[in-house]
């Protein structure tokens, strides 16, 4: 299926952190993270994003070392690494040079991301870090709450894209509250392409919410999706899975517009 140029297809990066969760509670190597990239990538995924958590509790050095070989032989899709640049991020920034960083604020222990970046109070020192990514042609998105007056400050500090953080939208998911949370974030991602921000999204989407979200958020670069997409695998496998998130995603797309 294609797209017009004005409104190219939002690109699926598959997450394999919970893979790597699997695989690390033997000292066998499977379920391989390799061999779920590779498969995402064959299905079709446009990208692969991993969250090299301090704590190794999934994605550990060497799969993100092995993730980047195995990237290098697919040249038009992207690697998006992300993670918290004041802790142990920046070393694979600069040691991997992935497309895209994505910076998160999360805590060392945290049980996982649950909030944005705040403006003015991070501007100071998230602005080297960002350059210094930019100097080394990586893209930078900051994971920020659906927030339309953090947009320009997002913008001033170097970023990129945002990536739109969605839990608050999933949770509200089948509520009544559904369509304020589309509204606010339909809002903040055109106050983002309005400062010429491009505008990612993740966290908890799935296929049941993700259609309606790619249909009302204009704009939409990409959306990052791990812990339901490899739930869905476990059931449908690799491949069928993606085909099955693309469906969505195509959907949302005809809904657009
Ligand atoms: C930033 C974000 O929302 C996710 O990309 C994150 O990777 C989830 O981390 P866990 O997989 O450790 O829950
Ligand atoms: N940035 C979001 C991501 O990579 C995956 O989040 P989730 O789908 O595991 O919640």
Known sequence: MTFPAAHPRTALSVNVNKVALVRNTRHLGIPSVLRAAEACLAAGAQGITVHPRPDGRHIRAHDVHELAALLKAWPDREYNIEGNPTQNLMEFIRAVRPSQATFVPDGEDQFTSDHGWSFPQDAQRLAPLIQECRQLGVRVSLFMDPIAEQMQAARAVGADRVELYTEPYAAAWGTPGQEAQLARY??????????????????????????????????????????????????????????????CIDAGMLDRS
């Open 186 to 247: 339909a809002s903040a991602a055109q106050a983002a392409l309005d400062v010429g921000l491009g505008v990612n999204a993740g966290h908890d989407l799935n296929q049941d919410n993700l259609t309606a979200f790619v249909a009302r958020v204009p704009g939409l670069a990409e959306v990052s999706i791990g812990h339901a997409f490899i739930a869905d695998a476990l059931e449908l496998g690799y491949a069928e899975t993606v085909r099955a998130y693309q469906r």
